[in-house]
DNA sequence: ATTCTGACAGCAA
DNA sequence: TTTGCTGCCAGAA
């Protein structure tokens, strides 16, 4: 995934969200600052709302915001279903917030590392 | 070409 | 502590 300048911004977002790996989640921030524009955090969430009209499937339920606050719920259709996906990975959501947000928290720096 | 718009983050009051 | 303003940068209009 290190090829910034041929390869398009979202699909590096989508790249490292469809890694997010299985009951973890990250942030729009933890995101762009991966992809080496820690600036661009609103990219992300632009990326991750234009990915559902893509055929891939992408855990974007996975990335919140740094306080671990579901900012994105109302672009899941529902009220409830970015929520009740969390839950159903095991993640705990209370008032729209992640419960021990930390203690989920993926950073996707560990992917650089192998 | 120019303007507007965010699923954010950081900082000042 | 909570609220509000600002910077950011790639698409869309």
């Known amino acids: 995934m290190k090829n910034p300048k041929k390869n398009d911004f979202f699909e590096q977002v989508y790249e490292v969200t469809k890694k997010i790996p299985f009951g973890r989640v990250t942030s729009y921030g933890a995101i762009a ?3 080496g524009s820690p600036q661009s955090s609103r990219l992300v969430g632009y990326a ?3 990915s559902q009209s ?3 499937y992408i855990p974007a339920h ?3 915001n740094r306080n671990g606050l579901l900012t994105g719920k109302h672009h899941f259709g529902g ?3 970015m929520q009740q996906l969390l ?3 095991g ?3 209370e008032d729209d917030s992640i419960v021990d947000f930390e203690k989920f928290f993926w950073d996707p720096v560990e992917l ?3």
């Open 33 to 35: 600052r991966i992809l």
């Open 54 to 56: 893509l055929n891939n």
């Open 112 to 114: 650089l590392k192998h």
């Open 91 to 93: 993640i705990q959501v």
């Open 48 to 50: 991750l709302n234009n």
């Open 79 to 81: 009220e409830t279903l």
């Open 87 to 89: 839950e159903n990975e």
């Open 62 to 64: 996975r990335v919140v």
